[in-house]
Nanobody
């Protein structure tokens, strides 16, 4: 059964760090791009970062530049989103998703399987 299972997240103070994990089940993720999106209440879902099948990353949200990084471990079928210097405006539900191809895209329509979402709250 295909599933993307997310872990990590939670409550963190401004300036803190968190790491989100996205474990792929049911297919080999080696050949696919994996993206991270986020959606805050009342806002549209936005693309954050993506990593292609060769490990190249694409940044789609300038506000996280220099603070968030994406990586993948194909041996563990897991993609990570490392978030540092977190700000209250990073508060959102974060989703990972598997692209329909080996490439990355900032369009959620190009992603087929989605994780269950995980809440990240940045607050003092």
């Amino acid at each position: 059964q295909v599933a993307l299972v997310q872990s990590g997240g939670g409550l963190v103070q401004p300036g803190g760090s968190l790491r989100l994990s996205c474990e792929v089940h049911g297919f080999t993720m080696d050949w696919y791009g994996i993206g991270w999106f986020r959606q805050a209440p009342g806002k549209e879902r936005e693309a954050v970062l993506c990593i292609d099948d060769k490990g190249g990353s694409a940044l789609y949200l300038n506000s996280v530049k220099g603070r968030f990084t994406i990586s993948r471990d194909n041996n563990k079928d897991t993609v990570f989103l490392q978030m540092s210097m977190l700000k209250p405006e990073d508060t959102s539900i974060y989703y990972c998703a598997s692209s329909l191809s080996s490439y990355c895209s900032d369009s959620f329509e190009e992603y087929h399987y989605w994780g269950q979402g995980t809440q990240v709250t940045v607050s003092s």
